[in-house]
Structures are given as structure tokens and as C-alpha cells.
């Protein structure tokens, strides 16, 4: 990495350790952070967003100089080798032989200096101590470029959903009648935008731990399109925001009340109504009669218009055109009630409609019906009213047309936007990182031994001796990597993946070939089905290591290697680094795993130098730590069935709540999760075993379900282990299901009395007693009732109690009401009922019209015939009670609706897998071996030979002459001699 002076870097990041300019990508530059003066170091300015693992050579040294940081490398070195000249002989011995001094600084603590030797100085070294104050020089040899994976890197941002289109849809009630118009075409939708706390965060390796900086994700300015999220919510977002990462919902971030979304259409006609002929047929008088008939037509709460026509004469019997129109292009909704009337008379007077005692009322006729009744086009009614002998028609045209639509209702709703937290994935962080190679050479030293002031060199013969023996003692500690079996290393056993608890699986069968753990055969009680490894006991586990051919394998490292010996009965003591001290063979060897002889050691494997495996050694125990290791992470998996158990569709109301649309489950749009397949729990353990999984049902397939909201803001009903943690993927619709009745239109029907109360009489026609009659009739819907009543005699003035029940019904709140009476003053007394004689006299006739939520509240109502034609005016009043009553619902249609059920990946947050992990201390001695050294013979056993020069051809050498100072000839005869 890179190196200070105190700290350790892997990795800068830009815009948190520097920036390559004076902007930031959000806010303003940090202050105490350094912009990179790339002119001041001759190199080109990169890209403000350029990261360091991109820039050039030049460029990473120009934020290394201003950072102050140079690059740090870990010094490794094989082939130690020390070469001498002793005594005028050269020699060279590599570490571990016989005779090997080690340098100072062998065993020396790694320390981070900065380099000393020449092409050194422009780096920190991590190296023993000591080498780094070593006088030396280095030949440059190879230099290999790669990269190492320094950390990983992801942007996050909280997100803004903006409801840019209605949850409410278009939708058609009463056979297309009635429709309810959704003005943007859609479904739901969000707007998804940047909202604030972009941030790039580092997670690098060493001891830097997080590092982050404001950045406004890439996404941000992108183009957006209509897709669903990850959480399969409908948005207008840009593509990178939804191709990878994942969110987390946040909450509500605000409610807009009351935004208009669409409106109720109403399908309308226009409505022409035409009187075209009338049919007559009325003798009354012995000489021509002067028939009179007058029509009403119109919408009930509506308009309305009337025609009339007079015939006179002696032959106005039959048909009779007419041609008269009544209403002309009258707008009315497809509901609307329309009425059509008429009346009958024969008058002898002066031809208009003043009532007086000339008129006789033949009769009255009357009709009503819905628009949606009446056929599309032309369409004929014929009214018929008669009495006795007498009779007339009204023959009437009704066209309706032109249907199309008018805006009734404005369709309101909430909207609510959202927050939601964006992560994007994990990205990993490289860095350059070189290898050099080199030839390093120390300076020379001197070699200085205590030596006699002056030696005499005897030409005595050497004999190899044995002159004593040696032992090696060492602090051993055995630190638990993993475990072993001879070809493998595993850090963790997945049960149900390396072996099973018993003969059944999670899921499924069991894979063929896994063995299932006799617990029995090893001694050891059975755990539960699903114990994973680490919670096993010690005899549980070594059961499976057992079945499963492996052996704990540890590293073993040393401390205080000592040589102790006894030469020539002294006995001495070396610390490897000492000199004299002579490295056991297994020094320099490389690192093997070998099963362990000492004793003790036999029931593990041991990662060690491979001579150490062969020793004849004894161990003593000592310490027994007990720790544990992260050796990998796991998760569960499932796919998960969101089914729809309510409806999207909600309570609505109109016309003051008399008709609603029924929410059957009275409840928003909710989803019921249910464990659908592909459960499984996926190991990525930091060994070599890679990636492991296993089918298993996700626990929270049998927990209790709460209606609550997923992790991408759903409302659901769902186990609390589904929603309590882990990520969501949206995967598509399961089914969709047509036309599911979810509620229905519901009207509000009432109980309906219509009684008459009293009456009011004030007539006065005659000089001698007037004989009163009253007709009162009442109509709700297409029920009516009527009711009659006469009085007899002069006094027949004021008040007067009738208290009988007229009508009583049942009738939506929109039906049509009406309420009349008619008044005459009869002077025959011999007729009690109500045929039409001449001898009655009409005084007047009085109705009102309405619908019956105009009559909601309990109430009286009271209707006034006044006609002042006669000499005395005359007066009826008629008084009626109507009390709507005991209110229920009846159903007029139903409401369907298709729903759809999703399926969605569930993903569990990564869990740490620990393992149990042993650390072992031991006190370490190998077998004694002999130490043999050339030895001069003794005296005793020495006979001096004398050289026979002649024999050998050679001159005789000058007397006192010493070995050095012969010949080669005569030191080969010297060595002839001596064998």
C-alpha cells in the first residue's frame, strides 16, 4: 500500500483524501483537504470525477507527493547465502548449514522503515529492524505489475416517489351508464427523483475502516422511462436507479389531499316528446260538446311544458291529429324520470281553461319512466282515460337521441409520496501494486576470532570424533486454521451439504453420496435435525470429522529456538541468531502439512517446515485457548407468492351517501405472502469450498402472519421474519385473476308512509248546501294510492281530521314522489262515488312533484286550490304527512375488478458463520544427535612416519621446513604417507 511515516494506507479516495479540483461533487470542497496542483507537477489534470485507481503513473505520484505518502512493500527474501574469506579460503554456506552465522538482524521484528539502498530511498520498506541500518547495495532485476483488490465501493441516495398518476381507474357502472373517467389513462405511478444525501462509501481493507464522500448518484440526470422498481412498484425512473441495487422504504414523505384524478361521466340524451293525435269519444250533452284536453309533459326534478286544444261541435268523435310538441331537445341523464299527463273535459263555456260550474272532467291519465327504459330512437305512448261512455286518448312520440356524455362528478382522491433509501451494489476497488525483484548484497564485515599470538601448524593427522551431542528446545505454539484430510482444507462443515443429522432432509431427499452421521456407533447423543456445525459439542464434532475423514489442522509457529549441547563434557547453550549456533535442518524448509509425530500432536495436522515433521521430538502441554473465527457468512432464500386477499377497490360515496360503492373487504389493496419455492440457505465460507447451499424452507413459512408494510412499502399480511429484515426482488406476476367481485353498488332504500292528515274546506257555490268532494292520491316510484272523501251540507267549512293512511311503500332515495288532490262541489245527492255527471263541479286540482330525498326529513305537507271564478271565492286545502323511515340497503349491481399476485425474491441479510478455533502452547525439545568434529590423533596412538622423498621421487625439503612451506610434489608425498 502506502506508507507516511505512522500510517498505512491501501487506497486514497478522491474527493474524501484530495480532490482533482476545486469542486466538489456536492456542497463545497472540505476544508484541510489538498487540490492536486497537477501543473506544478507537469502532468495532465484528470476528469473531476477521475478515481485514484485510474490515474496514470504520474498523476498517483503527484497525490502521493502532496498526500506525503510514498509507496509501502513488504520485503521477502529467499537464498540467503554467507560468503567469506577466512583464513585466506574463500567459503559460502546458505542459511541452515553447518557453520552459517546468522546476521544481526535474522531475527529481528519487521519494522516499517524507509530504504536505504540506492533505487530504495523512494519507498518504505516493511523488513527486520536491523536490515534496514545495513550498508548495502541492490541490483534491480524484474519488476511485475498487477493489482490487488483493495476494497469495495457503492453510491447510495434517498429517492423521492412523486405520485404522478392516480390510483384510480377508469371504471363503468350501471351497463356503461355511468362511467368513471380516469384522466390520466394509468395505474398508479411514481415519479422517481434524486432527494438528497448522495454519497459514494468506501469499505476499504486495513485500518481505514469507512470512508465516504456527498455525491449525487449517476443516475440522477439520466432519461427516465415507465418500469417497475425492485420492489415491483410502478415508476417513470431512470434505468440504473432499477437495473441493480436495492431499496429500502423509508416512509411517507407527503400527503396530497383532495387532487383531482378524474369524473363521473354521465351518458345524457336529448329528448323530444310530441303530442301527435288524441282519440275521442265523449257524449255528454244532447247537443255538441266542446271537448278540452291539455297534456303535461317532462323530467321529474327537471323541466317540464304543456300543451292544450279545444274541440267544439257535434263531430269530434275519433281520431284527431294533433301535432303539437310538448318538450324539444331537453337534456336529461340516463336515469332520469320522465312523466307524461293528460286531462279530459267537456265545457260548455267560453273555451278556456277558467273552471267554473260548466265544467265536466272526463277523466286523467298519467305516466312515468326511466330514459334507460325507453328504446334509443322513436318510440309511440298512447294514454287512455274513460269514464262510463265516454272516452278520450293522448297518442304521444318520444324520440330520444344524441346520446353523449356530460360531466356529473369530480372523482377526488389522497396521493401520497414517498422516501426511499437506494443503495447500489457492491463494487470492488482495485489498485496497481508491483513486484520487484532484486540481487541484494550487504557490505563486507570483518570476521574477528580469538587466536594464540602465534600458532605452530604440526603435521599431525585429523580424525573425525565424536566430541558431543545437541538438542533443540523451542515455545511451540499450534494456532486452528481449519481442518484436513489429507488433500483439502475446509474452514466449517455445512450440515446438509457435507453430511446430514439424520436420514432426512430439509427439503427434498437427501443427495446421494453425503453420509448421515451415526451418532450412536461414536457415543454421542443425536442433536436436533437442524444443528448447524459450530453448535455442535466436542464429541458431536469430532463424530463428524470422523465420518467425514478430517482432522483439525493447525499452523505452528515458534518462538526461542535454543540449541543446548555439551562438547568435550562442557555444556553450552545458543539462541538461534547466536554465533555458533547451528540451525537444525528444517530451518529453511518450506512450509508442508504433515500429521504430527510428536506425541500429542498425532490426532492433528500440522502446517509446518517439512523436516520439523520428521524429528524425533516430545512436546509438553501447556495453555489450551479457546476462541472462535469468522470462517464465512450465510443467508436464506426464498421465492415468495404474494397473493391478493383485498381489493384495490375502496369505499366511495355519492349523492350525500344514499348510494355507495361497497368495499367488500373494507380494506386498501393488500397481499398475502406465502412461502412459494426455491427455499434454501447459501454458505460462501473464506475457504476454497466456495459457494454451498442447500433446499430449506425459510423459517417464517410457519410463523403467524400480521398485516404490516414489506420492505418496499406493500401492504401485506405477512410472518414477521419476512419483513423484518433482508432485501426484496421483484420477480413478476404470478396469476392474474379476471373479474373478481370485490364490493357493489349499494342504493338506500326507505320505508315510506304517506298519510293524509286533514282538510280545509271553504266553499260557497250554491244559495243551499254545498256537497263536498276531495280526492287525494300519492305516488313513490311506480306505487300509488289514493284515497276520497265527501261532506254534506251548509257548515262543510274550516278544518277537518281525516287521519288514514294514503300510501305506504318502499322506494329507493331517488324515486320520484308525488302528492295531489282534486276538489268539486257536487249537487246531486243521490251520487256518493265518483262518476262524472254533469252536475259536478270542478274548484280545483293541486299536485307537486320530487324526488324522495327532497322528503328525508319527517314532514307535512300541505297543498291550496284557490279559485275565486265563482261570485264567493273557494278555497281546499289538503294536508299530507310523509315520514320516510327505517333506511336499508339494497344491492343494484356489483363492482369487479381483476387483481393480480406477484412473486418476489426474498433474500435474508448475510449472517456471520463463527467456528470454534483452538490455539495450543507447548514446550518443544527434539531428540539429542552427536556432534562430530576432526580431531588431531592422540599421542598415543600417533607414530610420526618419516617421508621417503626418494620413494616418491621428489627432493627432500630444508630441515625445520613446515607443511605450507613444501611443494606440490612433497605435499603429495606427505599426504601419501599419511594415507
Do not use: C
Amino acid at each position: 500500500g502506502y506508507y507516511n511515516g505512522t500510517t498505512l494506507r491501501e487506497y486514497f479516495v478522491e474527493n474524501v483524501d484530495y480532490y482533482n479540483d476545486e469542486t466538489a461533487p456536492v456542497g463545497s470542497p472540505t476544508p484541510g483537504v489538498p487540490v492536486i496542483d497537477w501543473a506544478a507537477f507537469g502532468v495532465a489534470a484528470p476528469d473531476s470525477d477521475v478515481v485514484f485507481g485510474d490515474l496514470d503513473d504520474g498523476q498517483r505520484q503527484a497525490v502521493l507527493e502532496t498526500l506525503g505518502y510514498l509507496p509501502l512493500y513488504d520485503l521477502g527474501y529467499e537464498n540467503l547465502v554467507e560468503h567469506g574469506v577466512k583464513d585466506g579460503e574463500s567459503y559460502t554456506l546458505a542459511r541452515g548449514e553447518d557453520g552459517f552465522v546468522a546476521p544481526d538482524w535474522l531475527n529481528d521484528a519487521p519494522e516499517i522503515r524507509l530504504g536505504t539502498a540506492e533505487d530504495w530511498q523512494d519507498k518504505y520498506l516493511r523488513a527486520p529492524a536491523g536490515l534496514a541500518d545495513e550498508m548495502f547495495e541492490v541490483i534491480a532485476g524484474t519488476v511485475v505489475e498487477g493489482s490487488e483488490t483493495v476494497g469495495q465501493y457503492r453510491d447510495s441516495a434517498r429517492a423521492l416517489y412523486t405520485q404522478d398518476r392516480s390510483a384510480h381507474t377508469y371504471w363503468e357502472w350501471d351497463n356503461g351508464n355511468l362511467v368513471d373517467r380516469d384522466d390520466d389513462d394509468s395505474p398508479a405511478r411514481w415519479n422517481v427523483d434524486y432527494d438528497g444525501e448522495g454519497a459514494r462509501e468506501y469499505r476499504l481493507s486495513g485500518d481505514t475502516g469507512v470512508l465516504s464522500f456527498a455525491r449525487t448518484p449517476d443516475w440522477a440526470g439520466e432519461t427516465e422511462f415507465a418500469t417497475h422498481d425492485q420492489g415491483g412498484r410502478y415508476v417513470l425512473a431512470p434505468a440504473s436507479y432499477v437495473t441493480h441495487g436495492a431499496i429500502s422504504y423509508l416512509g411517507l414523505a407527503a400527503t396530497r389531499q383532495d387532487i383531482l384524478v378524474g369524473h363521473t361521466d354521465t351518458r345524457s340524451y336529448n329528448v323530444d316528446i310530441d303530442w301527435t293525435r288524441s282519440y275521442l269519444d265523449v257524449n255528454t250533452e244532447t247537443t255538441s260538446e266542446e271537448e278540452w284536453i291539455r297534456v303535461w309533459a317532462g323530467a321529474v326534478g327537471g323541466a317540464s311544458d304543456f300543451s292544450e286544444r279545444q274541440w267544439g261541435g257535434s263531430g269530434d268523435t275519433g281520431w284527431l291529429d294533433v301535432g303539437n310538441p310538448v318538450l324539444s331537445d331537453l337534456e336529461v341523464p340516463y336515469d332520469a324520470t320522465l312523466y307524461i299527463e293528460f286531462e279530459l273535459r267537456e265545457d260548455d263555456g267560453n273555451g278556456d281553461w277558467i273552471l267554473s260550474d260548466d265544467d265536466d272532467v272526463i277523466g286523467f291519465w298519467q305516466t312515468s319512466t326511466r330514459v334507460t327504459d325507453l328504446p334509443f330512437g322513436l318510440s309511440v305512448t298512447t294514454g287512455e282515460t274513460a269514464h262510463s261512455d265516454d272516452s278520450g286518448k293522448a297518442e304521444f312520440s318520444v324520440l330520444v337521441t344524441s346520446p353523449h356524455w356530460v360531466e356529473t362528478v369530480d372523482i377526488h382522491e389522497d396521493q401520497y409520496d414517498y422516501s426511499y433509501q437506494w443503495n447500489s451494489d457492491w463494487w470492488d476497488v482495485t489498485d496497481k501494486r508491483l513486484t520487484l525483484e532484486y540481487q541484494w548484497a550487504s557490505n563486507t564485515s570483518d570476521i574477528r576470532e580469538a587466536r594464540p599470538l602465534a600458532e605452530s601448524i604440526d603435521m599431525v593427522p585429523l580424525v573425525d570424533t565424536m566430541v558431543g551431542e545437541r538438542h533443540y528446545a523451542m515455545d511451540v505454539t499450534l494456532i486452528q486454521e481449519g481442518y484436513y484430510n489429507g488433500s483439502k482444507v475446509r474452514e466449517y462443515f455445512v450440515e446438509n451439504v457435507d453430511y446430514y443429522n439424520d436420514d432426512s432432509a430439509p427439503d427434498g431427499v437427501r443427495t446421494a453420496g453425503v453420509p448421515v452421521i451415526d451418532w450412536a456407533t461414536n457415543s454421542v447423543a443425536a442433536p436436533d435435525g437442524d444443528t448447524a456445525f459450530e453448535q455442535l459439542d466436542d464429541g458431536q464434532r469430532q463424530a463428524v470429522l470422523d465420518t467425514l475423514g478430517y482432522k483439525a489442522l493447525y499452523s505452528l509457529e515458534y518462538t526461542n529456538l535454543t540449541e543446548h549441547g555439551t562438547v568435550d563434557g562442557v555444556e553450552y547453550t545458543y539462541q538461534e541468531g547466536d554465533a555458533g549456533f547451528v540451525a537444525p535442518d528444517w530451518l529453511t524448509d518450506a512450509s508442508e502439512i504433515r500429521l504430527g509425530t510428536a506425541e500429542g500432536w498425532q490426532d492433528k495436522y500440522i502446517r509446518m517446515p517439512s523436516g520439523l515433521a520428521d524429528e524425533v521430538s516430545e512436546s509438553i502441554a501447556g495453555t489450551e485457548i479457546e476462541g472462535s473465527e469468522t470462517v464465512g457468512q450465510y443467508r436464506d432464500l426464498a421465492m415468495a407468492l404474494y397473493t391478493q386477499d383485498r381489493s384495490a377497490h375502496i369505499h366511495g360515496e355519492r349523492s350525500d351517501g344514499n348510494l355507495i360503492y361497497r368495499d367488500d373487504d373494507d380494506s386498501p389493496a393488500r397481499w398475502d405472502v406465502d412461502y412459494d419455492s426455491d427455499g434454501a440457505r447459501e454458505y460462501r465460507l473464506l475457504d476454497d469450498a466456495g459457494t454451498l447451499g442447500f433446499a430449506r424452507t425459510p423459517d417464517w413459512a410457519i410463523e403467524t402472519e400480521s398485516a404490516s408494510y414489506d420492505q418496499v412499502g406493500r401492504y401485506v399480511l405477512a410472518p414477521a421474519g419476512f419483513v423484518g429484515e433482508g432485501t426484496l426482488s421483484y420477480r413478476g406476476i404470478g396469476e392474474t385473476h379476471e373479474n373478481v367481485l370485490v364490493g357493489g353498488t349499494d342504493v338506500r332504500y326507505y320505508q315510506v308512509d304517506i298519510d293524509w292528515i286533514r282538510s280545509y274546506l271553504d266553499v260557497n257555490t250554491e244559495v243551499d248546501g254545498e256537497e263536498e268532494w276531495m280526492r287525494v292520491h300519492a305516488g313513490v316510484g311506480s306505487d300509488i294510492g289514493s284515497l276520497e272523501r265527501r261532506w254534506d251540507g251548509q257548515a262543510d267549512t274550516g278544518w277537518f281530521d281525516i287521519g288514514q293512511n294514503v300510501l305506504s311503500t318502499t322506494a329507493p332515495y331517488d324515486a320520484p314522489v308525488l302528492l295531489g288532490f282534486e276538489l268539486r262541489e257536487d249537487d246531486d245527492v243521490t251520487i256518493y262515488d265518483w262518476n262524472v255527471t254533469d252536475g259536478y263541479d270542478l274548484i280545483g286540482f293541486w299536485h307537486e312533484r320530487g324526488l324522495l330525498e327532497d322528503y328525508l326529513t319527517d314532514q307535512d305537507v300541505t297543498g291550496e286550490v284557490h279559485n275565486e271564478s265563482f261570485s264567493i271565492a273557494n278555497t281546499g286545502r289538503a294536508e299530507f304527512h310523509v315520514d320516510v323511515h327505517s333506511p336499508y340497503w339494497v344491492n343494484i349491481s356489483e363492482i369487479h375488478e381483476d387483481q393480480e399476485d406477484y412473486y418476489y425474491q426474498w433474500n435474508s441479510d448475510w449472517r456471520d458463520v463463527s467456528d470454534r478455533r483452538l490455539t495450543l502452547e507447548y514446550q518443544w525439545a527434539s531428540a539429542a544427535s552427536e556432534i562430530w568434529e576432526d580431531r588431531p590423533v592422540p599421542e598415543a596412538e600417533l607414530t610420526a612416519p618419516v617421508v621417503d622423498w626418494a620413494a616418491h621421487g621428489v627432493a627432500a625439503p630444508e630441515s625445520g621446513a613446515g607443511f605450507d612451506d613444501l611443494d606440490a610434489g612433497q605435499r603429495l608425498a606427505v599426504a601419501d604417507t599419511l594415507g
